[in-house]
């Protein structure tokens, strides 16, 4: 066929698929037929946003029987089965329920199943196992949560830092040698067939930054075989960024898997306003061919250990100390959130602190660090940084919080994001926002049947009203539950209802076989 005719050929086809994609939409879905004798349950009335990104579908009906989505169309156009239970959803957005490729609640899990501060925002999967620390082994942490289910579905990555502390023990302060990293492959290997999702890495932790790139390569190796992708709380978010997210992506490449920059940012005065740099150099390695992308939590202040204030580890130099708190703008933009030895300095600032107790802001470092330490919040992002994030289509929302978390971004990422981002600033449309907490996530991770409103897949649903939704946590309330989210299905099954959770506790645990 001469080439003229054939490049007419595949535009035409090309055409007619976009055509039967768009018209899809408006037409009811072929049945799903799931095992007999389950209530259905009809929501109708709501606004669709189905998570591919597409306009919204005004007065869908959606039929779910069992874990699954039996059908898709509008009021009027699909039969309500007599027995079926209705929800009214006139006025609602109805949605596929939002996925956290980073959460921490697998320290939260026993004390809160229910999980209340995740599906009042309309999550309904997780993925913990985050910034090198994981649960270990990953079989046993998988088997041990159908026997105490939670409300939501938990997956898993196995963390760097783990392992390495499973083969080197407490002498972790150095370079592993050869025989201890093939040991520490040996431990991937079993973590992947177990049903991990892949390699977490927290390289600017105390743990994982002694670990030399080619370390964390061979181990990313073992995850890639197994189809699995290295996340990454990466060796630096404040001065030496964009080094830091080379070397990612250099694991990536030499790995041979899929790489996901967890909770991108830039948290020190240096970097203040070159977001596009850092997008520049992702973007270049995906034109390469290279599949990188990130997740990002919609606050301007991070969550941490305050030794990480100090890159270079010297917590005695005052030097040292000096530059690490000038870097992030300031002792007043330091807040303590958990101290054993000093309790009362929680929730003040450093600025604070040192105000009432007659000394500087560096010695003050020095004497919370000499006596334990503390968890701190830290104010050091700029919001044009995060805007210019959050419109990159490859950046997708995470929480970077859980189950008790003393960052608001625990309680109040996703609706957050709806309220504020979509609602008020204009930056997303709320099609695209939630494909960035729906399908995007379900894509990165490769999970089947989720992450979009379809007949066949997962009943995981949330109904939220889209003039309402907002957070309301705060850096002195953290756990304070949003508003704006109705209802919360997870596998068909209501675990969220007007304000409280139904105790109900349907999740599952996600294997990446």
């Not at 620390?133 to 159908?146: D, H």
């Not at 709320?430 to 066949?456: F, Y």
């Amino acid at each position: 066929m001469p080439r003229k005719k054939k490049r007419r050929l595949l535009s035409s086809i090309l055409s007619f698929s976009v055509l039967l994609s768009l018209c899809m939409l408006n037409w009811p879905q072929q049945a799903f037929v799931p095992s007999p004798g389950s209530e259905v349950v009809a929501i109708r009335g709501a606004t669709l946003i189905d998570g591919s990104g597409r306009p919204p579908v005004k007065n869908s009906l959606i039929l779910v029987r069992g874990d699954s989505i039996i059908a898709v169309g509008r009021v009027g156009q699909l039969k309500i089965p007599e027995s079926a239970r209705l929800v009214d959803a006139r006025g609602l957005v109805l949605a596929p329920g939002f996925i956290d490729t980073h959460s921490h609640s697998d320290r939260g899990l026993d004390s809160d199943p229910g999980a209340k501060t995740q599906v009042s925002q309309g999550i309904t999967t997780i993925a913990v196992g985050q910034d090198g620390g994981s649960e270990f082994p990953v079989g046993e942490f998988l088997e041990k949560l159908p026997r105490s289910p939670a409300a939501l579905n938990v997956l898993t990555f196995v963390g760097h830092a783990t392992v390495r502390s499973k083969v080197m023990g407490e002498d972790t302060s150095r370079p592993a040698t050869k025989t201890e990293i093939d040991q520490m492959k040996s431990l991937v290997d079993q973590a992947m067939k177990e049903g991990a999702f892949g390699l977490s890495s927290g390289l600017e932790y105390e743990t994982g930054k002694p670990a030399t790139t080619e370390e964390v390569i061979s181990l990313a190796q073992v995850a890639g075989r197994h189809g699995g992708i290295y996340i990454s709380h990466i060796r630096d978010e404040a001065d030496k960024t964009l080094e830091a997210l080379a070397e990612a992506i250099h694991i990536g490449r030499a790995g041979y898997l899929p790489v996901q920059i967890s909770h991108i940012k830039l948290g020190t005065v240096a970097v203040w306003g070159k977001a596009n740099a850092a997008i520049a150099l992702i973007n270049k390695a995906r034109q390469r061919g290279q599949d990188v992308t990130a997740d990002c939590y919609p606050y301007d202040a991070w969550n941490s250990t305050i030794r990480v204030l100090i890159p270079s580890g010297r917590h005695d130099d005052p030097t040292e100390v000096r530059r690490g708190l000038d870097d992030v703008g300031g002792a007043g933009n330091i807040t303590i959130v958990s101290c054993k030895a000093h309790p009362d300095y929680e929730f003040q600032t450093l600025e604070a602190i040192t105000q009432k107790e007659g000394i500087s802001s560096v010695e003050l470092y020095m004497k919370i660090v000499r006596d334990g330490g503390a968890g701190i919040v830290c104010r050091s992002m700029k919001e044009s940084d995060i805007r210019i994030f959050y419109q990159q289509p490859w950046v997708m929302v995470s929480s970077d919080g859980g189950i008790g978390s003393l960052h608001p971004r625990g309680a109040g990422t996703y609706p957050r994001v709806l309220g504020r981002f979509v609602r008020e600033f204009h930056w997303l449309t709320l099609p695209e926002a939630i494909r960035k907490m729906t399908s995007l996530p379900a894509a990165r991770l490769k999970l089947q049947r989720r992450g979009l409103i379809r007949t066949g897949f997962k009943a995981d649903i949330v109904l939220f009203d889209p003039l309402s939704v907002i957070d309301r946590a705060s850096f002195q309330q953290p756990q304070l539950i949003s508003e704006g989210v109705k209802s919360v299905f997870v596998s068909g099954v209501e675990v969220w209802r007007d304000g409280t959770t139904t105790g109900n506790r349907p999740g599952i645990a996600i294997r990446n076989y």
